[in-house]
């Protein structure tokens, strides 16, 4: 079957349908709500695009359009705001790099069905911290809490390239745990570490054709702007609905997963 960009996309192979886009749209809105008040946008969009006929893989690579997007726009605003450490950023980010470039490898050549699996199971298995928060995952800073950070940055370096999806939250108790940095600085090296290993493993999912590009600039221009929405939301108080959402959401998508062939 052919896997060109043009023809073997969210219809299944066959032609695309305009509202397909459109609700690709839509969800990208609201991943990158989800993305800004709980994280996790990701368990949105890459079922949402597998329901809709794309292959598993290339919703994978397709959905890393977005995230590459979103991430340079805030590590950027992040910047100018007056938040920014590069040189930790970039140490931890070279270590996720070895990891993500063979997940990512080893993601194109992942059995779709096995996909689906694992993605329903991280949905579930992830849902707790995702709702819970971190900001009571604070610990005292040990003494080797560098190193310590930068050893769990490499495995979540492999989980960020195979799957992706739930890597923030994952970085987010890592970093505060090990580095007793406060949330604002923990999300400032999440986002440049996600943003950093996802161009090498976009570039693989690019080889092997697994990228519809129509869909991942509408993905990205969604995410975008449920981002901005997300901080006026954040800043109101209004996760708590989202949250509620987001698990019910979550729980159905994974149990559709699973219950598919």
């Not at 995702?130 to 005292?140: D, E």
Request: charged share 10%; hydrophobic share 55%.
């Amino acid at each position: 079957m052919s896997r060109r960009p043009g023809r073997y996309i969210l219809s299944g192979g066959g032609d695309v349908e305009l509202w397909h886009y459109a609700i690709l749209t839509v969800v990208g809105v609201g991943a990158g709500i989800l993305n800004v008040l709980a994280g996790g946008g990701s368990f949105f969009t890459l079922p949402i695009m597998i329901f809709l006929g794309m292959p598993p893989a290339m919703a994978n690579g397709t959905n890393r359009v977005a995230l590459l997007a979103q991430n340079i726009t805030a590590v950027s605003e992040f910047k100018r705001r007056g938040f920014s450490d590069f040189r930790l950023s970039l140490s931890l980010a070279l270590c996720t790099l070895p990891g993500a470039v063979l997940g990512a490898v080893t993601a194109v050549h992942f059995s779709p069905l096995w996909f689906k699996r694992l993605l329903a199971f991280f949905m579930i298995a992830m849902l707790p911290l995702v709702l819970g928060g971190t900001s009571k995952v604070r610990a005292s800073c040990p003494r080797r809490g560098k190193l310590l950070a930068h050893i769990g940055a490499v495995g979540i370096g492999f989980y960020g390239g195979l799957i992706q999806a739930g890597t923030g939250p994952l970085l987010i108790v890592l970093l505060v745990s090990t580095l007793n940095l406060d949330l604002v600085r923990v999300n400032m090296h999440k986002v440049f570490i996600i943003g950093f290993y996802m161009l090498p493993t976009l570039l693989v999912f690019v080889l092997s054709g697994d990228v519809e590009w129509t869909a991942g600039v509408l993905l990205a221009v969604g995410t975008t702007v449920g981002a901005f929405i997300g901080t006026h939301m954040a800043v109101e108080g209004g996760d708590r609905l989202i949250k509620i959402f987001f698990a019910v959401a979550v729980v159905a998508m994974a149990i559709r997963l699973l219950l598919s062939q």
